[in-house]
């Protein structure tokens, strides 16, 4: 075991080897990791192969990670699926184990081969059988009521440099109208949160990972909720990846008031990525919100200024 690895604290040892079903002889941190604030391992067993162990950190994410485990439970043999090695659960800390997809490509960077392949892999999770356990969209993470949440707390929101006062005055109205139209209702399975921490590329196409947020509903959303972070991390503008619609403008719309609302809120101190992240996608998903309205383009300002 390397000296910089040296492996999660012994009681977490103990729950994952209980959901190995064997004693790792090396472990190494994973580096990428979500919004969620859970302890992410490679654990290599004695005979050398590998597995990716994911421990809960906090109450919510003990609840994440079981509502991933259900899904997984009731959606094995799914190509875009990575297979669910073992679990264990002690009603504190639960262990979902996975397969070891390190070996994958996972972006960025971005070019065209790699996003036409996640969009061929969205089209697969949408034609997907799901179970009728899933729940429908309106408890996923997503809601239409950012730019209300904006409108109450201006102050906030203008701190985040987006736009200038005048320009949130004169489309905030378009903006909160088109968002409250969003067509998120359906009956195909939805991710629920599509960016590149969450998705892996091999030979065989995309594969997601982290699906606690699953849902069903309009599977156009899951493209839709991916283009900011795509964008924001020196992929294609949306507009290139799916043309313009008037339903891609109703999600461009909420999906900017989502994104901005939330990067206004005060920081999370088990998660302190999680607000500047969603300010990353911000910064994306308004400009686009604009283009996709016909609204004048928000000029960033400066927040000290």
Known sequence: MHAEDPGPPPEDVERATRALKAEPVAWRAV???????????????????????????????????????????????????????????????????????????????????RVRAVVDGLAEVA????????????????????????AAHREAFLALGLCGEAWLDACLPALTETAHAAPLEGDRLLHMDVRSDNLCLTPNGARFVDWNFACRGNPRFDVASWLPSLEAEGGPP???????????????????????SHAARPPIPEAP????????????A???????????????QDPGA
């Open 238 to 260: 949306p507009e290139e990846v799916v043309p313009p619609a008037p339903d891609m403008a109703a999600f461009a719309a909420m999906l900017a008031g989502y994104f901005a």
């Open 31 to 113: 580096a990428r990791g979500g919004q969620t604030a859970a302890s992410r391992w490679i654990a290599t067993l004695p005979g050398g192969t590998t597995r990716f162990v994911k421990i809960a950190f906090t109450l919510d994410t003990a609840a994440w990670i079981r509502d991933e485990h259900l899904f997984y439970l009731q959606h094995k043999g799914l190509v875009f699926l990575p297979a669910m090695m073992g679990w264990d659960d002690d009603g504190e800390r639960p262990v979902l184990v996975l397969e070891d997809l390190s070996a994958a490509a996972w972006p960025p960077p971005w070019d065209r081969g």
């Open 127 to 150: 034609d997907a059988r799901v179970s009728p356990e899933i729940p429908r969209v309106g408890a996923g993470q997503f809601d239409r009521e950012g730019w209300r949440e904006v």
């Open 286 to 300: 308004l400009p686009w919100a604009a283009r996709a309205l016909g609204l004048p383009p928000p000029e960033p």
């Open 273 to 284: 990525h999680v607000r500047p992240l969603q300010l990353k996608q911000a910064r994306t």
